[in-house]
């Protein structure tokens, strides 16, 4: 459970911090904890549709007023040019993030109300309901939906087209804005009164898309007011969902609430005592969606990210088994790698259509990696054996073979990957389609998980046999001496990002790639000396207590702050900008090379500490997708990232061993 007093705390800051609540199928509710959004892609109920295809903001927000006498309270805010409304406090005095986010409301003389947000799992069903724990007297509640029916990447305004005639229904009403829009029904659980007051509201303001250098204006429809009478110790539930509900709306919430009490502490290994442990298995649920095809599968961050298959190889040990969701993360494992295609796993899978793209070199090979820690959590050959075995020999069979067409394998046994045109490894970014950061020819973390797949298939051939076209100990005893040969930097004391076999040229320059040649399970650099070298020159240069920079500080291309348009955030992207996920492998090196094994333990733990500061700071009871590269380094990018949540969940498992 996380807890945070807001009273005293200034809104620029509580504007910063955001919370999120998700239904498992891709859609979510999110905003800021006053309810103000900041962005384009805050909104009360984000529904995943088949048809049209991809994710749509469908209710952006509610406008709450509690009315007593002449006086007028609202708890949620708006920003409009040059202002916010209303102009003072909403009221909030603090959050809760337990099972699902919880806000507490002190306004008035003697008012105290609560306002929970609850998606039922599974359904594009969302629940709010709000409990009047202390008042003077009856008050009159009204709440005005704000109906955005838009894609999350766009931004809606006022229009001739959105049909503003509703239907009454049950205490509430209907609305079919859109041809190609589902109908939206809202009602209580309560008897309430609909008012029909069609009106469009203009101009509100998310800044957090000003400042990333997109449109950030928004109009927004109000269909009407839902009013009821309240009084102490009453409540009402607002359902909104797509289609007619005949469900008791207090029976739903008492279920799902359930539910929630149950698989949490089923989760947490301990009956849910653990409060950190608890929240923990929480939030890395909050990535586990299924498709429209009803398979299960990792959403790689909120809010803009759908599923890629390199994020979601690296999340499922940290986010699946660490957790205790080992057999989901087998089936997650399954599920996409059932989906390569001449040996490439898919590196995105488009939220539109689903369809899969194969522009990744390193999901594959990171693969291996997933099963390795898969025996690591369980020791079962046989899962390994009868489901992941022969897609692993397959996919060594392509790789070396080149029958993608994306890469080669040289005489020496190193991998060749992509060209100049060609983003094929994690570190992608490109403006006006020309890479940011050229990473063809033999990238370091390419080839040493290139070795580590060779070496775990090597011992797996023992007990499962298995044949292969080539060589595989040949190939993998050349690959080692070679890799050593060309990435080995003798005067720095470190490796080489990439080796380019056509000149035969080396980029030096000091990035956080060369931890994983001494951190993954089959090292391929395994001289103690040498690997306590990279360990050094990645702690003295590269690592932030929120992750590793993607360069160091000395290259003439570091960029200190990802900050301005898109194009300048991307060309930071990978020149400096400080990545959480690096944390997990750093401290998998960190435990392997240290000759105090007490001072390592306690320099991770202090990280471990700091980390669990910012999951009240950002996307509260997440860790965000990056960190600028220079201090104060504020969080960017998705406030909600799996594989840094996964690879910090991971590291703590490290430590707890």
């Known amino acids: 459970m996380i807890s945070i007093d807001t009273r005293g705390v200034p809104l620029d800051l509580l504007l910063e911090k955001e919370w999120l609540e998700v239904n498992g199928r891709g859609g979510y509710a999110s905003s800021t904890l006053v309810h103000c959004h900041t962005r384009k892609y805050h909104g009360l109920m984000v529904v995943n549709l088949e048809r049209p295809p991809g994710r749509y903001i469908l209710v952006s927000k509610f406008e709450e007023l509690l009315h007593h006498g002449e006086e007028e309270f609202c708890l949620s805010m708006h920003k409009y040019p040059l202002v916010y409304s209303p102009a003072g406090s909403t009221g909030l005095v603090e959050f809760v993030l337990d099972l699902h986010p919880r806000f ?4 008035g003389d003697g008012i105290v109300m609560e306002k929970e947000v609850l998606f039922i799992y599974g359904e594009d069903t969302l629940l709010v309901r709000y409990v009047l724990r202390e008042a003077p007297g009856s008050l009159r509640f009204t709440v005005k939906p704000f109906i955005a029916c838009r894609n999350i ?107 929630r009490k149950w698989f949490a502490g089923s989760l947490a290994g301990d009956g849910g005592n653990d409060p950190q442990q608890r929240q923990h298995a929480i939030s890395a649920g909050n990535f586990i969606v299924r498709d429209r095809n009803n398979r299960l ?23 699946m088994f660490s957790t205790g969701r080992v057999e989901e993360g087998v089936e997650i494992l399954r599920n996409l790698v059932a989906q390569r295609k001449h040996g490439l796993i898919p590196n995105t899978v488009a939220e539109y259509d689903e369809a899969p793209g194969y522009n990744s070199v390193d999901a594959s090979l990171w693969f291996f990696w997933a099963v390795q820690e898969y025996l690591k959590h ?16 397959d996919i060594l069979h392509h790789y070396y073979h080149g029958t993608s067409g994306l890469m080669r394998v040289h005489e020496n046994g190193l991998l060749d990957v992509g060209d100049e045109s060609t983003q094929l490894t994690w570190m992608d970014a490109r403006v006006h389609g020309i890479p940011v950061t050229p990473r063809h020819g033999c990238p370091v973390e390419i080839n040493a998980l290139w070795f580590n797949a060779l070496s775990f298939v090597s011992e797996l051939r023992r007990e499962f046999g298995g044949e292969l076209t080539f060589d595989l100990n040949d190939t993998t005893s050349r690959l080692k001496e070679a890799f050593i040969d060309h990435f080995w930097i003798p005067g720095g004391h470190y490796l080489a990002d990439v080796w380019l076999p056509g000149p035969g040229t080396r980029d030096e320059s000091v990035r956080p790639n060369q931890i994983f040649a001494v951190s993954l399970p089959c090292a391929v650099v395994d001289d103690p000396a040498r690997a306590a070298c990279i360990v050094k020159k990645v702690t003295d ?18 960029r200190a702050s990802y900050r301005g348009t898109p194009d300048e955030r991307d060309s930071a992207y990978h020149q400096g900008t400080v990545w959480p996920w690096l944390l997990g492998h750093y401290g998998d090196a960190l435990m392997k090379t240290a000759l105090d094994n007490g001072a390592a333990r306690k320099a991770l733990s202090g990280i471990l500490s700091g980390m669990e500061r910012h999951m009240e700071e950002a996307g509260i009871g997440h860790i965000s997708e990056i960190f600028s590269g220079d201090p104060p380094h504020e969080p960017c990018g998705c406030i909600a990232q799996a594989w840094s949540l996964a690879e910090i969940l991971r590291l703590r498992a490290l430590l707890e061993r």
């Not at 507490?104 to 306004?107: A, D, H, L």
């Open 153 to 259: 990447h766009e931004l809606s305004k006022e229009n001739r087209f959105l049909r503003t005639r509703t239907e009454a229904v049950p205490n509430g009403f209907m609305i079919a804005p859109y041809d190609d829009m589902p109908h939206l029904f809202l009602q209580t659980h309560t008897t309430s009164t609909f008012h029909p007051l069609p009106n469009w509201y203009r101009n509100f303001e998310y800044l957090r898309e000003r400042d990333r250098g997109f449109s950030y204006h928004e109009d927004l429809f109000m269909p009407g007011i839902i009013e009821c009478e309240m009084s102490q110790g009453s409540e009402v539930i607002i359902r909104a969902s797509m289609r007619e509900d005949p469900r008791s709306i207090s029976r739903l919430w008492e279920q799902e609430l359930s539910r």
């Open 541 to 558: 240069e590269l690592l932030t207590p929120w992750g590793l920079r993607s360069l160091s500080p000395g290259d003439p291309r570091y």
């Open 104 to 107: 507490t409301f002190r306004i």
């Open 378 to 393: 369980t020791g079962d050959m046989s899962v390994v054996r009868d489901h992941f075995w022969p897609a692993m020999l």
């Open 297 to 319: 599968s990792l959403i790689a961050g909120y809010h803009w990210f759908y599923e890629w298959g390199r994020d979601t190889v690296i999340s499922v040990p940290g986010l």
